[in-house]
């Protein structure tokens, strides 16, 4: 599972990335975004929807990471902790956001996956390589809807938009360091658009690995900074 991510560009390139969708004028509600260096579940984090009505278009939001867990997971719990990584779309617990109102980008600089060392598990970090993507920014495939409950028993109920992306299986950038999964990834602003707007059936088949040699290993770290170097290595 992927638990840790980072998103290092600043606040225009999250706008510059709505534009190039070319879906409607882009609304951004961010606020004054920081760099985002170590993201781990439960963070709030920029999302990228699709507004119908009125006035559509893209429009960037923050969300907290972690989608609500389905009924049989909370059974004699008072606390839903969330779900970060989504694979069984087939499931009926998923099936319900799975239309174009529930769908997002969630965009990010880098990714880690927890990798067994001689030291213990270590983030193992995995960024699409230059020749994949360029000046532009990646983002996962995600999904996003409003929910009420208790994340944190000290924050007590809670009204949030909360978000989770998909994963699939690894490429063979991936599958040497984490064989069972990776994030799903799309790299150009077709992909993106077809995510957000297409029928399911189409757009599922968003759901594969991206293909071998598109990710380059950066290393193990604990974060990013904002050169997408690492301020804490091992």
Known sequence: MCNLYALTKGQ????DLARALELGAVQDRLGNLPVLSGLYP???APIIGLARGEAPGPTLNLAR???PSPAFALEGKS?????TNIRNTASPHWRRWLAPAYR???PFTAFAEHVKTDAGFQPLWFAPAPETLGESLACF????????????KAEGEVTLTVFGFLTCEPNADVAPHHPKAMPVILTTAEEQRHWLTADWREAAALQRPLPDGALRVLGFGT???VAGNFPFTS
């Not at 225009?12 to 706008?15: E, S």
């Not at 606390?79 to 779900?83: A, F, L, M, S």
């Open 79 to 83: 606390v839903d902790r969330g779900i």
């Open 65 to 67: 990471w972690g989608m």
């Open 42 to 44: 439960d963070a709030e």
């Open 12 to 15: 225009q390139a999250l706008r």
């Open 223 to 225: 974060s990013l900074d």
């Open 141 to 152: 495939a995600g999904l996003a809807t409003r929910w009420t409950g208790v994340r944190k």
């Open 104 to 106: 997002c980008l969630v």
